[in-house]
């Protein structure tokens, strides 16, 4: 039972336009979700965060949005860079818990 | 600058063999994590730690232990591998009680177990 789902495996963007990676979840429970970003043969690192109190977090290119209602997130990243192709992954976590909850990722392929 | 090191980038091993996986982070960090991930199943966890000797179970820990005996080390142990734990296998910790806080991983270990 996947509590967090990317329903999308990859998705290809040209050069400049706009990515937009989404993220479902399904335990209404969670009240932080973050994204990371994963390179070949690398760990993950952090990309940004966003709390269950806003629909709304912005840094630099990339943007969060979360819809409560729907438990929906996406990430939005303006202008696309050939350094963004990675894998991205989208994961959630609930008050005191230890454990983040992450889905099973999206490639991102940004085309010249 | 934050840093987990994951001792061995590349190993390979043969089936029936005991294996080390060790980790060791520099910034003071309460919870370690081990997790492994393969195509199309994202990042699971096999077993993470919030104290020096404590452990708990993640998502997939069977034929898996860890130990944890000082704060900065964790290690993954495959007690005796096998072909289906070729996989990558990525390092984590994090400070304080809310575990995903930014969680800093490792560069990763792959195994290949033939």
């Known amino acids: 039972d996947q509590q967090v789902k990317q329903n999308s495996p990859s998705l290809s963007v040209q050069e400049g336009r706009i990515s937009i990676l989404n993220c479902d979840y399904t335990?209404?429970?969670?009240?932080?979700f973050l994204w990371y970003k994963k390179y070949p043969a690398e760990g993950p690192t952090f990309l940004i965060s966003?709390?269950?109190i806003k629909d709304k977090n912005e840094d630099g290119r990339f943007t969060v949005f979360l819809n409560k209602s729907a438990k929906h997130l996406s990430l939005h990243i303006v202008p696309s860079q050939p350094g963004d192709s990675a894998v991205y992954f989208c994961?959630?976590?609930?008050?005191?818990?230890?454990?983040?909850?992450w889905g099973a990722g999206t490639k991102l392929i940004i085309k010249p | 600058d934050v840093k987990v090191t994951q001792s061995s980038r590349y190993l390979v091993k043969r089936t029936g063999e005991k294996v080390f996986l060790e980790c060791v982070q520099d910034?003071?960090?309460?919870?370690m994590f081990w997790y492994r991930q393969d195509p199309g199943l994202g990042l699971r966890l096999i077993y993470f730690?919030?104290?020096?000797?404590?452990?708990e179970k993640g998502d997939i820990p069977e034929g898996y232990s860890v130990s944890r005996e000082k704060k900065e080390r964790f290690s993954l142990i495959l007690e005796s591998a096998s072909t289906n734990q070729t996989s990558m296998y990525l390092c984590a910790s994090s400070f304080g009680r809310r575990g995903g806080n930014t969680i800093y991983f490792g560069e990763g270990s792959w195994l290949t177990v033939v």
């Open positions: 730690s919030y104290d020096v000797k404590m452990k």
């Open positions: 966003i709390s269950s």
């Open positions: 910034m003071d960090h309460e919870n």
């Open positions: 994961a959630a976590i609930s008050g005191s818990n230890y454990q983040l909850i």
């Open positions: 335990n209404s429970m969670f009240d932080y």
